[in-house]
């Protein structure tokens, strides 16, 4: 592979000229024939990411786009103005644990990048750093952590540069100390619970830490580890090779949990489909060689959780109730389809998640802008409503084994979080004293809007749009905006205040996000008229909510953004080969361009439940339609395009978003950049806030610079 040297007059002239002399890559056509439906891949080559010859070229793309990045002025004043927002913020807290009179939690202080592990003495008030990561080398990252009954170990979940194959470390409390255990690979997102006497920890095992592994997500196994033993050691609880009998798929994750009493182990078969095979076994099957295994709820059942207290089953299930509704029948004999209704469905909102505390079971009732926080009483099952500020209001228990306590987070578009500590038998909500850091906000109120809006979409169906605006807007479509939206596995797009969009809206930038089919914002049914054969409405409802900001005169096509993350890959990437004269600017970040190729990676087959698979003909046809990468038509002009990748990301393997860039600078007719941002200290997403405020302080200058914003168009000098 060559190698490329350019010298800073070449790029300039080029920035300025808007003629892009971008590394080479070869044309090598694969021809794939889907079901009579021939497809010509020239760019299959660069899937091959041990190649030298693919990993020179990634290297090539990024110095490409950071030396045309680096001619653009105000870059770094976007990123100290980040680094300023999120110091207003004070120091910002992740996960809360309590036992007895301390709390346990992951903070990041105000002028550090990373979190830490702390503990607060609730009597005296005082705080004490218990494990800085970085001890263990640069760029490591705490994940997730818990703690046994006593408070005498803590399992830290540890990561490095964004990357989500981690490692759990033991650190004994009672000496500040790690043990010598070392238990993985994990992904990051799997549970690991300490048993109740402190000596085991249950936890799903990855097959392999290979990243580059096609079966890196693939034949996991739920095992227990014996504190002090060596985890080669560590036995099976289940796996698709040592239970059979579970009928387990190899994509599938065995995730593994107790109950808050202890009484029984549960099991998931978990995927993207939250309607998962469920398990269950009584704590005692701990001790044998292996675990008898009752199942009690199937994929059928539509439920998509559970919460078990003594014997009884409580369900959340949108079975004959698209929004969702709680039921209950009896654990040791289950009836589900003649469970008692407990709460039953809101016409008009959708039952989003239920988390339990020892007594107590709630539940969160949301329509995609505001959340509300309700509780049942598990003994009397009287429902009661949480007084809380209006907004989006989660929560979770601080010691669902000992206590009622809980803490809750209340946000907004322009409201940033504030945490709330209750408990039902104390009354009401009240502010933390300890969660919460002094902040020193503008009042984002009195600078901007936010309106919120339905537009009819392609077939009139109503689709919900925030849009959020500087109050001394131009309504003549002069001003820049960011439209972005999601789409995928029921997940709503709900309102929360973001550090790098509140500096986009300091420039003078509209903030949009269209809440498309595929989320869950209207429920199950909004879901899945967003997914597999009905896919095409994400996209095409994206398309409506532009033209809206365009018809409007909020912005116009010269001036408009369009953004998607992940899943939303589909949905930028098919927006733009539908509708390249919309957008002057596509941000494609970390997402899904090549559905065709999807199911080839790691992390594919466990995308089939959403996107279906290639394998099927019908499901084939619907992929083909998604596919992005091979919608790219010669001469089309296309808009401006940055295409975010992380080296370290197992859910998009780099290569995707490689591809999509690759065809796009060899066939745009339009003259504009496209960019590949190749970033080696990120994957999918990551923790350390400078890494991310330098990726966005990068992606917002090129977008700003591509739609005439005057503070960041480089010199022509």
């Given at each position: 592979m060559n190698k490329f040297f350019w010298s800073a007059g070449l790029f300039l002239a080029q920035i300025v000229s808007a003629q892009y002399n971008y590394p080479a890559t070869p044309e090598k056509p694969v021809v794939d024939d889907y079901f009579g439906t021939k497809i010509t891949d020239n760019y299959r080559w660069l899937e091959d990411l041990k190649s030298p010859d693919v990993q020179s070229w990634f290297k090539a793309q990024s110095d490409f786009s950071n030396n045309i990045i680096d001619k653009i002025p105000n870059r770094e004043t976007l990123f100290n103005r980040m680094k300023e927002v999120q110091e207003m913020n004070g120091d910002s807290f992740g996960v809360v644990m309590q036992r007895k009179n301390l709390y346990f939690y992951a903070k990041t202080r105000k002028n550090e990048s990373l979190s830490k592990l702390y503990s607060r003495d609730l009597s005296t008030g005082k705080e004490t750093l218990i494990f800085d990561p970085e001890t263990l080398g640069k760029n490591t990252q705490i994940t997730n952590f818990t703690l046994d009954l006593k408070a005498e170990k803590i399992a830290i979940l540890l990561s490095k540069s964004g990357g989500e194959i981690c490692n759990l470390k033991i650190l004994d409390l009672t000496t500040n100390k790690l043990l010598k255990d070392e238990i993985g690979p994990i992904w990051s997102e799997f549970s690991f619970e300490f048993t109740p006497d402190g000596k085991s920890v249950i936890y799903t095992k990855m097959s392999t830490a290979d990243p580059n592994s096609n079966m890196l997500l693939k034949d996991m196994k739920a095992m227990i580890h014996e504190i002090g033993t060596d985890a080669k050691t560590d036995k099976v609880l289940a796996s698709r090779e040592d239970y059979p009998e579970l009928n387990a798929l190899t994509e599938q994750f065995t995730s593994i949990g107790f109950t808050d009493d202890y009484q029984y182990i549960i099991l998931r078969l978990s995927s993207v489909r939250s309607e998962s095979p469920i398990f269950v076994a009584p704590y005692s099957e701990l001790k044998n060689k292996k675990i008898k295994w009752r199942q009690i709820v199937k994929p059928t059942d539509d439920i998509t959780d559970i919460h078990i207290s003594g014997d009884k089953l409580f369900l959340l299930t949108h079975k004959d109730a698209p929004n969702y509704k709680i039921t209950l029948t009896s654990l040791s004999k289950p009836d589900i389809n003649n469970a008692k209704t407990v709460i039953p469905e809101s016409k008009d909102a959708v039952i989003i998640a239920i988390h339990s505390s020892k007594n107590y079971l709630f539940y969160s009732l949301g329509n995609g802008i505001t959340r509300d926080k309700y509780q049942i009483n598990i003994n009397t099952l009287e429902p009661k409503k949480v007084q809380l500020p209006p907004g989006v209001n989660s929560s979770l228990p601080l010691n669902a084994h000992e206590n009622d306590n809980i803490y809750c987070n209340n946000v907004n578009w322009l409201t940033p979080l504030t945490t709330y500590e209750y408990n039902p038998e104390k009354g009401n909500a009240v502010k933390s004293k300890y969660l919460n850091s002094e902040t020193s906000y503008p009042d984002y109120n009195q600078l901007y809007e936010v309106k919120e809006v339905e537009v009819k979409s392609h077939d009139g169906v109503m689709v919900p749009l925030s849009i959020i605006y500087p109050k001394n807007i131009k309504m003549d479509g002069s001003t820049p905006a960011y439209i972005t939206?999601?789409?995928?596995?029921?997940?709503?797009?709900?309102?929360?205040?973001?550090?790098?969009?509140?500096?986009?809206?300091?420039?003078?930038?509209?903030?949009?996000?269209?809440?498309?089919?595929?989320?869950?914002?209207?429920?199950?049914?909004?879901?899945?008229?967003?997914?597999?054969?009905?896919?095409?409405?994400?996209?095409?409802?994206?398309?409506?909510?532009?033209?809206?900001?365009?018809?409007?005169?909020?912005?116009?096509?010269?001036?408009?953004?369009?953004?998607?993350?992940?899943?939303?890959?589909?949905?930028?990437?098919?927006?733009?080969?539908?509708?390249?004269?919309?957008?002057?600017?596509?941000?494609?970040?970390?997402?899904?361009?090549?559905?065709?190729?999807?199911?080839?990676?790691?992390?594919?087959?466990?995308?089939?439940?959403?996107?279906?698979?290639?394998?099927?003909?019908?499901?084939?046809?619907?992929?083909?339609?998604?596919?992005?990468?091979?919608?790219?038509?010669?001469?089309?002009?296309?808009?401006?395009?940055?295409?975010?990748?992380?080296?370290?990301?197992?859910?998009?393997?780099?290569?995707?978003?490689?591809?999509?860039?690759?065809?796009?600078?060899?066939?745009?007719?339009?003259?504009?950049?496209?960019?590949?941002?190749?970033?080696?200290?990120?994957?999918?997403?990551?923790?350390?806030?400078?890494?991310?405020?330098?990726?966005?302080?990068?992606?917002?200058?090129?977008?700003?610079?591509?739609?005439?914003?005057?503070?960041?168009?480089?010199?022509?000098?």
């Open positions: 939206g999601y789409g995928g596995y029921g997940i709503s797009y709900e309102p929360r205040f973001s550090t790098r969009l509140s500096v986009l809206l300091e420039q003078g930038t509209i903030i949009a996000i269209a809440h498309v089919r595929g989320g869950g914002e209207k429920g199950e049914n909004w879901h899945k008229t967003g997914m597999k054969a009905n896919k095409p409405n994400t996209w095409k409802d994206f398309i409506a909510c532009s033209e809206y900001l365009v018809s409007q005169k909020y912005t116009s096509p010269s001036k408009l953004i369009g953004n998607g993350v992940s899943m939303g890959g589909v949905l930028i990437g098919r927006a733009i080969t539908e509708r390249p004269d919309l957008f002057a600017v596509a941000i494609a970040e970390v997402g899904m361009t090549n559905a065709l190729r999807s199911e080839t990676t790691a992390n594919g087959p466990n995308q089939i439940p959403e996107i279906g698979s290639i394998e099927n003909k019908e499901d084939a046809k619907h992929l083909l339609e998604m596919d992005a990468q091979s919608k790219v038509k010669k001469g089309v002009k296309y808009p401006a395009v940055i295409i975010r990748t992380g080296m370290n990301d197992s859910r998009i393997v780099p290569w995707e978003p490689g591809k999509f860039a690759a065809i796009l600078q060899k066939n745009s007719g339009s003259g504009k950049p496209v960019l590949l941002y190749v970033n080696y200290e990120n994957g999918h997403f990551t923790s350390d806030m400078d890494v991310v405020f330098k990726e966005y302080a990068d992606i917002y200058s090129f977008a700003l610079w591509q739609v005439e914003h005057p503070k960041f168009q480089p010199s022509k000098n």
